[in-house]
C-alpha cells in the first residue's frame, strides 16, 4: 500500500520533526550543567555584587566550588568568571569567533556605556561593523610597526618626568599621572599639556573616575534598565546625578581635542587624529561615519593610556620596598647607558627592566578584571554548558596570582622571568620566553585584545629604565633613622590604583643631576 500525504499531513510532520528535536535540545542541555555558583533568590538570581576587590570574592568562590569556571545568574542574565589562564585562553582565544562580541545592555553596563556615554569605547562596543572599522583605524596609526614614530615623544615626556621629580620629588603620584596623560595627548593629538591644571588631562581623569566607579553592577540600573528612564530629582536616583557630571568629561574627553585637530588641521603638530582625518575621514564616502570611527579610536588611546599610570605606581612602590631589586635593576641600566640616559636603542639590551615591567603587571595587575566579553552562541566547555548571551569576566588577578602559573605569587620577583644567557656576549640574564608574559593577559583576549598595547608598553620601558638611571628611590625615615614601610594597597574594581603612600625620590649623584638638566636643553 503505498504512503500518501497531503499538505496538511506534511506540516504536521514537519511540526513533530522540529518539535522533537527542540525535545532532544532541551533534555540535552538538561543534562550537561551549568558551570556552579553562588545560589541565588528565585525568579531574580543572585544580587550579589563584591565590592572593593571583586576579583578576590570570584576566586574565593572558585575555590569553595572547586571550578575555573563560576556562573551567576542574576534577573536572566548569565555572567561567568573564568579564573584560570588556562580557560581564557581555550574560549575567548581559541573559540573567539562565538566569545568577541559585547553588548551594553546584557553586559550590565546600562550607567557607563547609555547614560555616562562611554557607549563609543572599543572596551564596550558590540562586535561588528563599527567596532571593525575603528579597529582597522587604530591599528593604522599604532601598530607594531607604526609605534616607533612616536618614541620621540614618549623620550620627551618621561626627560619631563625626571626633571619634574627633581623639583618637587614628593609629588610623584602627580608626576606619573601627567607624564602618561600628556604623551597619550600630545601622540593622539599633537596639544602640549599645561604643568598644572590642564583641561584635557583632567576630563580624562574624571571620565576615568566614571570607569572605575561604574563597574558592571555597581548601580541598580545595571540590573534593571528601565530605571534609566526615572528622573533626576526622584528619591533613589542620585545615580543620575553622578552620570550627568560624569558625562560631561566623557562627551569633552571624545569630542573636544578632535574638534580642534579638525578645525586647525594645519597649524597642528603631527598626531593619530590629524593622520586619521587626512587618510581615512576626507575620502571617505560617508564622512560623518568614518569620522565617528576615527574620533572614537583616538580617544580610546587617549583614555586608555591612564592604565600605565598604575604600572607606574606599582613601579615606585616595589623599589620601596625591595631596595636589593632596585639595585640590580640599576646595575643592568648601567651597564649598557653607562654615564647617559636610556635611549631605545638600547631597548633590546636591558632584560631586566621588561622583567620588572612584568612582574609589576603580575604582582599588581592595572586590570583586576578584564573588560567583558559576551558569547554569541550556546557552548560546552569541560562538561559545562555556557547559555548564549552570558557576559565572560575574566579574572585577570587572579589568573596572575595562580601558583600553577607563577610560584610564591605573593613574592615580588622580577627574576622568574630571567634565565641564563647561552651567549658568551651581551647580558649574563635573558627573557625566558618559557614563563607566561602577564602582557599577553592584561592587555585583553583573543579579537578584544587592546591594540594600543605597543605603544603602552613602550612608554612603560622608557619610564622604567629613565627613573632607575637617575633615581634612588626609598622609605621615609622617623625621628630615630627607622624606615616607614609604605602604604601597601589597592583600590578599584576596574583599574586598579595603589593606595597613596610616600618616600623619597633623589637624584643618584650630582652627575645624575646634570644628566637630568642636560636633558632639557636636548628636548628643546
Not at 277 to 284: F, G, H, L, T
Not at 417 to 443: E, M
Request: neutral net charge; aromatic residues 12%; contains cysteine.
Amino acid at each position: 500500500m503505498a504512503w500518501t500525504f497531503d499538505y496538511a499531513s506534511w506540516f504536521l510532520l514537519s511540526i513533530s520533526i522540529a518539535a522533537a528535536a527542540l525535545i532532544l535540545a532541551i533534555r540535552k542541555k538538561t543534562r550537561t550543567p551549568h558551570p556552579p555558583g553562588p545560589t541565588g533568590l528565585p525568579f531574580i538570581g543572585n544580587l550579589q555584587v563584591p565590592d572593593g576587590q571583586a576579583w578576590k570574592t570570584y576566586r574565593q568562590w572558585g575555590d569553595m566550588y572547586g571550578s575555573d569556571l563560576i556562573l551567576i545568574k542574576t534577573l536572566g542574565t548569565s555572567t561567568l568568571i573564568i579564573n584560570s589562564m588556562k580557560a581564557a585562553k581555550d574560549l575567548l582565544e581559541k573559540r573567539s569567533a562565538i566569545y568577541s562580541d559585547r553588548s551594553v545592555p546584557s553586559a550590565n553596563i546600562t550607567m557607563l556605556g547609555e547614560l555616562c556615554g562611554m557607549d563609543w569605547g572599543f572596551g564596550l562596543q558590540p562586535y561588528g561593523a563599527e567596532w571593525r572599522d575603528g579597529r582597522k583605524a587604530f591599528q593604522r596609526v599604532f601598530s607594531p610597526s607604526i609605534v616607533p614614530i612616536f618614541r620621540p615623544t614618549e623620550i620627551v615626556e618621561a626627560h619631563k618626568l625626571l626633571r619634574r621629580l627633581l623639583r618637587t620629588p614628593e609629588d610623584f603620584i602627580s608626576h606619573l599621572r601627567l607624564m602618561a596623560g600628556s604623551t597619550s595627548i600630545s601622540i593622539a593629538y599633537g596639544i602640549n599639556t599645561l604643568e598644572e591644571n590642564d583641561p584635557y588631562i583632567s576630563h580624562a581623569e574624571e571620565t576615568m573616575v566614571a570607569v572605575n566607579s561604574t563597574y558592571p553592577g555597581a548601580f541598580l540600573v545595571d540590573y534593571f534598565p528601565l530605571l534609566k528612564h526615572v528622573p533626576e530629582w526622584f528619591p533613589g536616583a542620585s545615580f543620575k546625578t553622578k552620570a550627568r557630571i560624569w558625562r560631561e568629561s566623557v562627551m569633552w574627553t571624545l569630542h573636544v581635542p578632535w574638534d580642534l585637530v579638525k578645525n586647525n588641521l594645519v597649524r597642528l603638530m603631527e598626531s593619530a587624529a590629524k593622520t586619521l582625518i587626512q587618510d581615512i575621514v576626507d575620502p571617505a564616502k560617508d564622512k560623518a561615519y568614518m569620522e565617528r570611527v576615527a574620533r572614537s579610536a583616538v580617544a580610546s588611546i587617549y583614555v586608555g593610556e591612564f592604565i600605565t599610570t598604575s604600572t607606574l605606581d606599582t613601579f615606585i612602590l616595589a623599589m620601596v620596598l625591595f631596595p636589593d631589586i632596585q639595585r640590580e635593576a640599576q646595575k643592568a641600566v648601567d651597564r649598557v647607558c653607562g654615564d647617559r640616559l636610556p635611549e631605545y636603542s638600547d631597548y633590546d639590551n636591558i632584560p631586566y627592566v621588561d622583567a620588572l615591567i612584568r612582574e609589576c603587571l603580575r604582582w599588581r595587575s592595572p586590570l583586576p578584571l578584564s573588560v567583558p566579553h559576551m558569547v554569541t552562541q550556546d557552548d560546552v566547555y569541560n562538561g559545562y554548558f555556557i547559555p548564549a548571551k552570558s557576559i565572560i569576566f575574566p579574572n585577570v588577578k587572579a589568573m596572575l596570582l595562580d601558583p600553577d602559573n607563577y610560584p610564591e605569587p605573593e613574592d615580588f620577583n622580577p627574576t622568574r622571568f630571567l634565565k641564563q644567557s647561552d651567549s658568551t656576549s651581551g647580558p649574563d640574564l635573558v627573557l625566558d620566553n618559557s614563563v607566561p608574559d602577564p602582557s599577553n593577559i592584561v592587555f585583553g583576549f583573543g579579537r578584544r585584545v587592546c591594540p594600543g598595547r605597543w605603544l603602552a608598553y613602550d612608554s612603560l620601558w622608557m619610564a622604567f629604565a629613565s627613573i632607575l638611571s637617575a633615581f634612588d628611590i626609598s622609605s621615609l625615615l622617623d625621628e630615630y633613622g627607622r624606615p616607614i614601610p609604605p602604604r601597601d594597597g589597592c583600590k578599584g574594581n576596574f583599574i586598579s590604583y595603589g593606595l597613596k603612600f610616600a618616600c623619597n625620590i633623589m637624584p643618584r649623584s650630582s652627575q645624575h643631576k646634570e644628566l637630568i638638566l642636560a636633558a632639557a636643553v636636548s628636548d628643546i
